[in-house]
């Protein structure tokens, strides 16, 4: 069951939306085509706002039609009602392009667009994507649905995507991401056997599962979120395995407390590790590099590096390649660390993401500056 809305879009010589007379007159004609493709449809509303008029017609079974006419000669028509799950659609894209064409006839339009109706239901199908436009998911159940202490965590089912893991209304890892883990482990490039390691993050449990096969000495995966770890273990095994099953393995630990505690340990033991993974944020979309997202990051990355041997590296995911000024600005902020950095990056298109995105590599500089 859900909601359906249909949008439709209009531009029209702005003349003729330039007095109340026009615009009557433009609207009478929409109205005339509208009555025949939505039953026992009445006008309910008319509203003189500012720019323009609004007006709210009523049909068959609650059917509701607002139109916007706009002084500078946009015009807006939504379509709304209510659908059962097996119920056939009043409209669907087909009829919305049918009644796009004919209402052009009528209106003389300059521009039209009509849109793929949107579903909106007790469960979510839309999630954004990195430069924050609307992707459409062909999820048909919600798996699971709680507030941790710490965040929403939800795992729907998508029936192209597998189980996905959704975080507080973002799209985090499905069964169809290998990529992601792999192009952020650099699989085929970096060398793990006998090397060690810390996650930052990770709780899902992919990027521990990974790296296992790759015959490391340890690693450490520091996750705040029990609950992530829970369902990611009860919903996600196909992409996790059964590390989650415990706390500690033979060449193994999950610490499940804020990772900054266990950073600050190493640093005082004096610990120097191989590779230490980002897998927390994304870097933040803003107009600069500052707030507490950008804080928490850097004060990330520096502590990483006192822990990393001169030859170690830190690998992170980042963000959309439609974000390119977030990811400059992580660039910049990469050049002021010191001791120096340097830094490659990768790009892989995520499945659950519908977009692509980048990861980065981050080394010292000069190896002689690993132990400043």
């Known amino acids: 069951m859900s909601v359906q809305t249909i949008l439709l879009d209009f531009s029209v010589d702005p003349a003729r939306l330039g007095d109340e007379c026009g615009q009557r007159a433009v609207f009478d004609q929409l109205e005339t085509v509208l009555k025949d493709y939505i039953p026992n449809l009445v006008l309910s509303a008319d509203v003189k706002i500012d720019g ?3 007006k709210l017609l009523v049909g068959k079974k609650g059917t509701s039609v607002s139109t916007r006419l706009f002084d500078q000669g946009l015009v807006t028509v ?5 659908k059962e799950e097996n119920e056939a659609p009043l409209m669907d894209y087909k009829s919305a392009q049918v009644l796009e064409n004919q209402l052009k006839k ?19 199908r839309y ?3 990195s430069d ?11 798996l699971f649905d709680e507030q941790s202490p710490f965040q929403r965590v939800q795992v729907v089912h998508s029936k192209s995507l597998g189980n996905m893991l959704v975080l507080d209304d973002l799209q985090n890892i499905a069964e169809a991401d290998l990529i992601y ?3 952020l482990m650099g699989r085929g490039v970096e060398n793990y056997e006998g090397k060690e390691i810390i996650i930052l993050g990770g709780g899902d449990g992919a990027l521990l599962y990974e790296l296992l096969k790759e015959k490391p000495k340890y690693v450490w995966m520091l996750e705040i979120d029990e609950l992530v770890m829970k369902v990611s273990n009860k919903y996600l095994s196909t992409i996790c395995g059964d590390v989650l099953e415990k706390r500690k393995g033979k060449n193994y630990e999950i610490i499940v407390e804020d990772c900054m505690l266990t950073l600050n340990k190493f640093m005082k033991e004096g610990r120097k590790l191989d590779y230490i993974f980002g897998d927390l944020t994304d870097i933040p979309i803003s107009e600069s590099a500052c707030g507490e997202l950008w804080e928490f990051m850097i004060t990330i ?3 990483a590096f006192k822990i990393l041997k001169p030859s170690g590296k830190f690998m992170t995911h980042a963000n959309g390649a439609n974000c390119p000024e977030s990811l400059k600005m992580y660039e910049e902020e990469l050049l002021k660390l010191k001791p120096p950095v340097k830094f490659t990056k990768s790009k892989a298109f995520v499945p659950s993401f519908l977009e692509e995105w980048w990861f980065y590599q981050i080394s010292f500089n000069t190896t002689d500056l690993g132990d400043a």
């Open 52 to 54: 323009g008029s609004l």
């Open 78 to 82: 939504n379509i709304e009602y209510y």
């Open 106 to 124: 009528y209106l003389s339009v300059t521009k039209s667009q009509s849109y793929i109706p949107l579903k909106r239901c007790l469960f979510g």
């Open 127 to 129: 999630y954004p994507s």
């Open 132 to 142: 924050n436009r609307l992707l459409e998911y062909d999820i048909d159940e919600v």
């Open 181 to 183: 883990t792999e192009t």
């Open 301 to 303: 990355l520096e502590s």
